[in-house]
């Protein structure tokens, strides 16, 4: 029997997306920080709950192989990155099996090995799965001596780490993050305070058009206008790359980051990034992917499984700012985008002109609102459906529209395999069989995985080979996550 203040031996099996090492006792899974997959580790437990429990890590006994030193001095304690301590390869393979278990066990698909393909990491062809992030925010404060600090906010906490050098960021953004430090010194401009609510720079924003190299620095602050604002642009045009210098104002009492006004004090107030040959119009405020390179390989995928021949009417639902949408239209009749924050749709209508392309139409609205008005009021059609959805997954009734839109082919591409696997399953039962899929590394040292795969409408239900009794709370209480969300 396991109680609190119990010490075992265990092997670690298993981590969450944060990073924590699991390990099963008799079944029973413990949760362990700062252990990896492959170690064996003496813990004293430390809580329980009714399917898991937590223990404290006292000694690594033998260190798993795939432990690694993290490359970044702080990523302890700035849990950005929940993987560091863990080799880029065996990251890729806990992604990689985390998608084929979700798949299994939740999907029901038995032979999910041979249907996803070898994850796409950025450890070949040149990629590297470093500095591949395209947008930072930093936030600014003071420390107990009174000094400017900028970095990142200690994991569940507001305490400033002061480091700039962020191992998965852009490397310009040490010395724009200085040069902003240097401009407050020199000025005597005041960071934000949270407690007090007083101070000027809340946080430093930035975003790089990769293609380009073009920078955006947006400052942040509670203020309607920045003091000396010619200098700090004298300052930060010295940088090399920056192109466009925002000031945004959020004098809100709030963890939001941006608030909604922004004013541009130098340049244009967006960037260019392409994209596979598409341009895409950057603003301080637009939604778009952190990861410019892995972005290509997966709209690439999405593309290769919609198997568009130039005849096909296609719906991105899901679509932001019509990113997919505009890849994908150069090879289809029509594209139709369907999106719930309204400014996003802006920028697709804006990317769409932009690129001088023609066949694109774009809806505000909820997918499992806008997707049956249509089908219903107006009797669309679609040859090929791709989905995007945020992380809870597909709403059912947006799917239960798409089935009855009988598209030839749908593309699903998740950021979360659990409710990818739920949503697959349901549409597993209504007559689409997921064909082939593959995982991208999109975010490299963080617990997240994305992931695109084809389903083929064959009319019946398909057979998975070895069809596995689903075990969805079974699965959850591996994982330890919150399964409310992803139940249906
Ligand atoms: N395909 C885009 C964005 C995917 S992120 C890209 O690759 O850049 C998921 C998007 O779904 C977000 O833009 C979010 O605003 C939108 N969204 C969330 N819930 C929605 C809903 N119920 N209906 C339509 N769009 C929704």
Redesign the pocket.
């Known amino acids: 029997m396991i109680t609190k203040n119990t010490k075992l031996d265990i092997t670690i099996t298993d981590m969450t997306n944060e990073g924590e090492g699991i390990g099963k006792v008799d079944g029973f899974p413990l949760f362990v920080k700062d252990a990896v997959i492959g170690d064996r580790v003496k813990v004293t437990v430390t809580k329980l709950k009714k399917n898991y429990g937590y223990a404290h890590l006292d000694k690594v006994i033998k260190a798993s192989p795939d432990r690694v030193e993290p490359n970044c001095p702080v990523s302890k304690r700035c849990g950005g990155c929940s993987l560091q301590h863990l080799s880029y390869e065996a990251q890729l393979k806990f992604k990689y099996n985390k998608v084929v278990n979700c798949l299994k066990r939740i999907g029901g698909i038995g032979d999910a090995e041979s249907r996803i393909k070898d994850i796409i990491g950025m450890n070949k062809d040149g990629s590297s799965p470093w500095n591949y992030r395209n947008k930072a925010q930093f936030p600014v404060g003071r420390d107990k001596d009174n000094n400017i600090v900028t970095g990142f906010y200690a994991m569940r906490s507001h305490d400033i780490i002061n480091y700039s050098d962020c191992k998965i960021q852009h490397p310009s953004n040490v010395e724009i993050v200085e040069a902003v430090k240097g401009f407050m010194e020199e000025y005597a401009i005041p960071p934000y305070d949270e407690v007090s609510h007083t101070g000027i720079v809340r946080h430093i924003v930035t975003r790089i058009a990769v293609s380009s190299g073009e920078i955006m620095v947006c400052l942040v602050i509670n203020a309607d206008s920045l003091p000396y604002a010619d200098e700090v642009v004298d300052t930060l045009t010295r940088v090399d790359g920056v192109a466009s210098i925002c000031i945004n104002i959020n004098k809100d009492k709030t963890n939001r980051i941006l608030g909604d006004k922004t004013v541009t004090i130098y340049g244009n107030d967006y960037i260019i990034d392409s994209i596979g040959g598409v341009n895409y119009r950057i603003q301080a405020r637009s ?3 952190v990861n410019p390179v892995q972005t290509e390989v997966l709209y690439s995928k999405a593309l290769e499984y919609a198997d568009l021949s130039g005849d096909e009417v296609v719906w991105d ?5 019509g ?2 949408s505009l890849f994908l239209a150069g090879k289809a009749k029509h594209v139709y985008g ?4 309204p400014e ?1 749709i802006d920028d697709a209508i804006a990317n769409a002109e932009l690129n001088d392309i023609k066949n694109t139409t774009f809806y505000v609205g ?3 609102e806008v997707l049956p008005r249509e089908y219903e009021e107006h009797n669309v059609s679609a040859d090929v459906i791709v989905v ?3 992380r809870k997954g597909c ?1 059912v009734k947006a799917l239960e529209t798409i089935v009855k839109m009988n598209p030839a082919r749908v593309v699903y ?1 998740s950021c979360d395999p659990a409710t990818l696997a739920r949503d697959v399953k349901w549409l597993g039962e209504n007559g689409y069989e997921l064909v082939e899929g593959v995982a991208v590394d999109m975010f490299p040292h963080t617990g997240h995985v994305e992931t695109v795969v084809q389903l083929v409408n064959i009319g019946v239900k398909p057979d998975y080979t070895v069809r596995l009794e689903v075990d969805v709370d079974e699965f959850y209480k591996t994982v330890g996550e919150d399964k409310s969300q992803k139940q249906r």
């Open positions: 939604f778009y992917q639902v899901y679509c932001g700012i990113t997919i369907v999106e719930i924050v996003a909820k997918a499992e995007d959805p945020p709403d591409v």
